[in-house]
C-alpha cells in the first residue's frame, strides 16, 4: 500500500478534528486504540460527486471498553488537501459503515480516506469522477 499522506498532515487533521468542547474529554488508555481497516473504499473503487457512498470498516477487534473519542471521516488528496466528510460520530456504533456525500473535489484517482477513532487509518487511493451529464 502506498502511503502519500504525511505525518505532519495526520497530525492536523487530528488538531482540527479535536473541536475545544472535546478537550475535555477522558485521557487515551492505551487499552482504547482501535485502528479498524477501511473496507471500502478500496482500490478500484470509484466514487460519483453529489451522490451518497458508504465508507465501510472492519469491526473485529472493537475495544471491550469502547473507544473514547468519537470516529471523523476525511477525505486526502495527497499532501495538500484534507476534507472533512463526516462531524464527529460514535465509531462503535457505526457498526463499520458510514455514509457520506461525495464533495465537488477535482475528479482523480488519487483520494485516499482517513478514518480516525483513537488513531488514523488511510485506507488506499481511489477515484472521484463527475457525474455525466
Ligand atoms: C449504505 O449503507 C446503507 C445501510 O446499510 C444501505 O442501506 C445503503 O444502500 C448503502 N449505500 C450504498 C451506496 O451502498
Redesign the pocket.
Given at each position: 500500500m502506498k502511503f502519500t499522506i504525511t505525518t505532519s498532515l495526520l497530525a492536523n487533521a487530528i488538531a482540527f478534528s479535536i473541536a475545544p468542547n472535546e478537550v475535555n474529554a477522558a485521557p487515551l488508555s492505551v487499552l482504547d486504540v482501535w485502528d479498524p481497516t477501511i473496507t471500502s473504499p478500496v482500490t478500484g473503487t470509484v466514487w460519483v460527486i453529489g451522490t451518497?457512498?458508504?465508507v465501510t470498516w472492519s469491526t473485529d477487534n472493537i475495544p471491550p471498553d469502547g473507544v473514547s473519542n468519537g470516529g471523523h471521516i476525511y477525505l486526502a488528496k495527497e499532501e495538500d488537501e484534507i476534507i472533512p466528510l463526516s462531524s464527529n460520530f460514535d465509531l462503535v456504533a457505526a457498526d463499520g459503515?458510514f455514509?457520506v456525500t461525495v464533495p465537488a473535489v477535482v475528479p482523480d484517482n488519487d483520494y485516499q480516506i482517513v478514518l480516525f477513532g483513537d488513531s488514523g487509518n488511510i485506507g488506499p487511493s481511489f477515484s472521484i469522477v463527475a457525474p455525466s451529464s
Open positions: 451518497e457512498v458508504n459503515s455514509t
